[in-house]
């Protein structure tokens, strides 16, 4: 891999700004990739810091409209956080599982109903599991973030532990 450029990228935290992301080229196929920051979560405007947050908020049962005043972002914005972290939960949450156990954590016992407590409980246990191991710092939703690749709400299918 090469460096090949970049591109500019709206990120908002509180208000938008600007944020360059670097680009790399794979030197046989020749293909270039994002490279982005741990802040950014792929093909959404809010930071993963207020995503997580949201989510957060609506895993103890606050609803959309709550969590969106909560955050700041608007209500649409919310209900599309909430809609798509539960129809991506059970694979989340497997894959924060298999994390946290590659790591070196135990698997917690706990008392959760709803996809969005489950896989709040499985980000808190991966990270702190990646805390112990490898000595990670940055916010929760960050370190979930770079665990997952980037794409913790975003429409990709293929996640990435499922890589053969």
């Known amino acids: 891999m090469g460096f090949w450029g970049f591109y500019q990228r ?38 993963i810091e207020v995503i997580g947050a949201g989510i957060e908020v609506m895993a103890v049962g606050v609803g959309t409209r709550g969590a969106a005043a909560v955050t700041g972002v608007p209500h649409t914005t919310a209900r599309d956080w909430r809609r798509r972290s539960v129809s991506r939960a059970p694979m989340l949450t497997a894959g924060f599982w298999a994390a946290c156990v590659g ?22 246990a991966a990270v702190a599991a990646a805390r112990r191991r490898l000595g990670s710092h940055g916010s929760q939703w960050r370190i979930a973030n770079r665990i997952i690749g980037g794409h913790l709400i975003s429409t990709n299918t293929d996640p990435p532990w499922a890589a053969s």
């Open 103 to 124: 790591l070196g954590g135990l698997v917690p016992r706990f008392v959760a109903t709803g996809a969005l407590s489950v896989l709040s409980v499985a980000v808190a």
């Open 10 to 47: 709206d990120v908002r935290v509180g208000s938008v700004s600007k944020v360059l992301v670097r680009r790399v080229r794979c030197r046989s196929c020749r293909t270039s990739h994002a490279m982005l920051p741990d802040f950014i979560a792929h093909g959404r405007l809010d930071s």
